[in-house]
């Protein structure tokens, strides 16, 4: 059984930096899976977990269990009042601007539309020297992402909106882009990854922030396409 990577430990909450391909909890959307954050974090520290909030399964980065009802009612508040604040990264197709926000309203599966709100800046860009489509290179960007809003699937909706998907994202990216990846350099992962979160303490109130490390085929993707990642030395 997978051993997963803790960030933060209290008597209140946890946070740990969740695997890419990991899923929070069991859903019937995904019947394939057998591994689960929540089980696999209750069993290795033995004591009941809940998730204070949800990352999609192909999504890595820092993720925050509270271990009683009411450090949980906490944090749900916080989130229900946007006190708490997120930040990704993510390597996107093409060249973004330095910076932007995409706001664009977000249709739910029951019809109804719900606003949402994006914010980022751009790290860094590269161009390769490879053909792509009627293009003669390829141009890829990183950025950091900090959403206002947390509607499902958000971050890569938007950015697949603004013609700048991320790579690796199925079905909101561009197929013909990650087939290019897997090719090329047999890279299959969703390059989008919760850096950090910040967020009041649910028993002290006093502000904490918690920042999760890069996965390997992330830093891996950013060497091979020349990209900072913003977390050490400009590669």
């Known amino acids: ?19 890419n391909g990991l899923l929070v909890h069991r859903t019937s959307l995904a019947r394939d899976a057998d591994e689960f954050a929540l089980q696999i974090l209750r069993d290795q520290i033995g004591k009941q977990v809940t998730p204070a909030h949800r ?3 192909k999504t890595s980065g820092v993720l925050i269990f509270t271990l009683s009802a009411e450090s949980n009612t906490q944090m749900q508040k916080q989130f229900a009042e946007n006190k708490i604040k997120k930040v990704y990264l993510a390597i996107v197709r093409g ?6 926000m995409i706001d664009y309203p977000l249709v739910k599966e029951n019809g109804t539309s719900q606003s949402a709100t994006t914010n980022y800046h751009t790290l860094s860009r590269s161009e390769l020297e490879i053909p792509f489509g009627k293009q ?3 141009r890829y960007s990183m950025v950091e ?3 206002q809003t947390g509607r499902m699937h958000q971050i890569r909706k938007h950015f697949a909106h603004i013609l700048h998907p991320i790579i690796g994202d199925r079905p909101h990216g561009c197929n013909k882009q990650n087939k290019l990846f897997k090719d090329n350099w047999n890279m299959t992962t969703m390059l989008l990854h919760a850096s ?6 649910p028993a002290s109130n006093l502000e904490i922030t918690i920042n999760a490390s890069l996965n390997d085929e992330f830093n891996r993707t950013a060497n091979f396409l020349k990209l900072n990642t913003g977390q050490g030395e400009t590669i």
């Open 145 to 147: 992402i900090t959403p």
């Open 55 to 57: 990352l999609d399964r």
């Open 136 to 138: 003669q290179t390829s």
């Open 95 to 100: 060249f973004t601007d330095d910076s932007g």
């Open 1 to 19: 059984m997978t051993e997963l990577e803790i960030l933060y430990q209290d008597e209140q909450i946890i946070a740990i930096n969740k695997p």
């Open 196 to 201: 950090e979160i910040r967020f009041f303490h």
